[in-house]
């Protein structure tokens, strides 16, 4: 009797049925919430249209480069990011878990809070619930902020209801796997979100001052060019909004047929991210310019960022509109919430893909036990002091997590396994051939790039503790939470595969 190979003993691996299905899902992964509100305040503070210059250069030789090192190991070891760093090198199989560790275990905590946030908001809508002060409601009577990390506080009901129901979602969506689970699920999403965006900017763009303010977000100042801070920003924007370093689309990717155009999907994939980008903060300028002609404020003062911005100064500004307030409240925090699921969905797959390829445990087990654990573990985020605790883990794990991961994912493929061979296996399955300067962003400029950004960041949380948090409290909540998802990650890096693990590629 013969005896089965290693190859044999694996399992069929899943496959999206069409290259639409793969593109829209590494889209909505891509397209998150901070895809929507960060990049339009960070182009509207640097430079406005002139921002797109940097924005550009840093997309060029680092977003889509690393793209394509992750769309490209991915496809050509067929597995997980675990799974793809070991058979790379069975020394670096920690580096895939820590990746999808910190992301499952940290930023999908928080983020699928703030989903629920979102969630509450299209309720909110319906009546105007926030009142003539947003900022009141959104700190004090919805949040229950409390004064610091150190003061947990009550759990907020709404928050832990809605919180409920988006990992129902996110369970429900990956229970059912890559074809008839996330692909279907995005195929529903990118369209809707697409016409979402749409349909605001043509709204916006009737109302009085819109015109303004969509001109203040795109007008260009090229003298700030000038600003060294300006292009670290635009490079930190690539590596924010486009999914990297998080394993997810190397994961993506393992997904793909034999002959699958890697670089054309790379391109695709940031080029489109780039493009709603810009096209969604059109919708929010526009609001923020007709809320400034209407209170008869300065641009400048209506104008904020982050959670401010979508939680306060966008419900502020619903309330003035002059007729179908519900309708424009319930299509912008609509849009929010069909980002942000499409991109939880994508980490909740990556961790489960990595699962999944190591121990061979049922799918429907995995995202079963997974989605209950996430929704526990994102309870703490749910709280009176949740928003300081979101704020410290985010800050440390989207920043100093993130950055490491992209060095060392940069280090392992561009000299431990050897950048060319990646782009030999990418232009033999891509009709956009990539040459020798792929190579060169791998091996330097991205990994030396990250640096400045990870040492930028450092000397500035030096100089003045991050938020104005004690450092105590940074140190416990952000510098340990990455510690211990660094031990777990050596810790089930040091577990044995369950079957051979078939080391030839693809």
């Known amino acids: 009797m013969t005896k089965p190979s290693p ?8 496959q999206w049925t069409t290259q639409w299905g793969f593109l829209l899902a590494a889209i909505g992964s891509a397209i998150g919430l901070g895809s929507i509100w960060r990049f339009a305040y960070v182009c509207y503070e640097n430079g406005g249209g002139a921002y797109l210059i940097p924005y550009g250069v840093a997309l060029v030789t680092a977003g889509v480069p690393l793209m394509i090192l992750e769309y490209g190991i991915g496809h050509r070891m067929r597995g997980s990011a675990p799974m793809s760093f070991a058979k790379l090198n069975p020394h670096w199989e920690w580096l895939g878990w820590w990746m999808v560790i910190f992301v499952m275990f940290g930023i999908v905590l928080y983020y699928a809070v703030v989903i629920a946030w979102c969630v509450c908001y299209l309720g909110f809508s319906t009546t105007l619930a926030w009142g003539a002060d947003p900022n009141h409601f959104f700190f004090q009577t919805f949040l229950g902020v409390t004064p610091g990390p150190h003061v947990v506080g009550d759990i907020r009901s709404p928050i832990l209801l809605a919180l409920v129901l988006v990992w129902v979602v996110n369970w429900l969506i990956v229970f059912f796997g890559v074809e008839h689970g996330i692909e279907k699920a995005n195929k529903i999403f990118m369209p809707l979100l697409m016409l979402l965006i749409l349909a605001l900017v043509a709204w916006t763009a009737t109302l009085p001052g819109a015109m303004e303010g969509m001109l ?27 999914s990297l370093g998080f394993g997810i689309m190397v994961a993506y990717a393992s997904y793909l ?19 709603v980008s810009l096209v969604a903060g059109l919708a929010v300028f526009g609001t923020l310019g007709y809320m400034a002609a209407k ?16 939680f306060v100064a966008y419900p502020q500004a619903i309330s003035l509109l002059p007729s179908f307030q519900q309708l424009f409240g319930v299509l912008f925090f609509l849009m929010l919430t069909v980002a942000g699921i499409a991109s939880s969905i994508s980490i909740l797959e990556a961790f489960s893909a990595a699962v999944i390829d190591k121990f061979h445990y049922p799918r429907r087990a995995v995202v079963t036990v997974l989605s209950i654990v996430g929704f526990l573990g994102g309870i703490i985020f749910a709280t009176g002091g949740g928003l300081a605790w979101l704020d410290i883990v985010d800050h440390f794990l989207s920043h100093y997590g993130l950055f490491v991961a992209c060095i060392l994912q940069c280090l392992l493929v561009g000299w431990v396994y050897g950048a060319r061979h990646l782009r030999e296996h990418v232009n033999a399955v891509s009709r956009v051939q990539v040459g020798r300067l792929l190579d060169v962003a791998i091996r330097y400029l991205i990994p030396g790039v990250l640096a400045i950004l990870f040492v930028s960041d450092f000397l500035t949380d030096i100089r003045q503790p991050y938020g104005g948090y004690p450092w105590l409290a940074q140190l416990l909540i952000g510098r340990d939470w990455l510690l211990v998802t660094l031990i777990v990650a050596l810790f089930v890096a040091g577990r044995r595969w369950r079957r051979p693990l078939d080391r030839s590629p693809l």
């Open 216 to 242: 203040r977000y795109w007008r260009p100042d090229f003298s700030k060019l000038a600003n060294p801070k300006v292009w670290i920003d635009a490079y930190s924007q690539i590596f924010f909004t486009l």
């Open 295 to 310: 209170t008869g404020k300065p641009f400048e003062e209506v104008v904020q960022h982050g959670i401010g911005l979508a």
């Open 257 to 275: 047929p034999r002959k699958a155009d890697i670089t054309s999907d790379a391109w695709m994939t940031c080029l489109v991210d780039t493009a």
């Open 7 to 14: 190859q044999d003993m694996v399992p069929h691996r899943a």
